[in-house]
Nanobody, 121 residues
């Protein structure tokens, strides 16, 4: 599975960004977004099951971020609204053959390169 993340950038606090993750290769069960801020461990942000569309969110982003998928385009999105400076991180798209969430970074089978999100205050 190859994953290509895009959509990062610089935005002011309160602003919005939409990340995209284009997937190719074999079919997997679920996709997730993780992020890693400087000096911190990689952490879970959101996940979605490819079949059924069940969604999972970290408490820190609930109500602000929305994960979605476009099956026809094999693409997963992360709509990020009301961004805060503490959301600044490199965001990674990941995929897994399991549909049993929650999963941590070490559980994920496939990773894409990250995209930088910077939120200024």
């Amino acid at each position: 599975v190859q994953l290509q993340a895009s959509g990062g950038g610089l935005v002011q606090a309160g602003g919005s960004l939409r990340l995209s993750c284009a997937a190719s290769g074999r079919t997997v069960s679920s996709y997730g977004w993780f992020r890693q801020a400087p000096g911190k461990e990689r952490e879970f942000v959101a996940a979605i099951l490819w079949t059924g569309g069940s969604r999972y969110y970290a408490d820190s982003v609930k109500g602000r971020f929305t994960i979605s998928r476009d099956n026809a385009k094999n693409t997963v999105y992360l709509q990020m609204n009301s961004l805060k400076p503490e959301d600044t991180a490199v965001y990674y798209c990941a995929a897994d053959r399991s549909s049993r969430w929650p999963l941590g970074p070490r559980d994920m089978d496939y990773w894409g390169k990250g995209t930088q999100v910077t939120v200024s205050s």
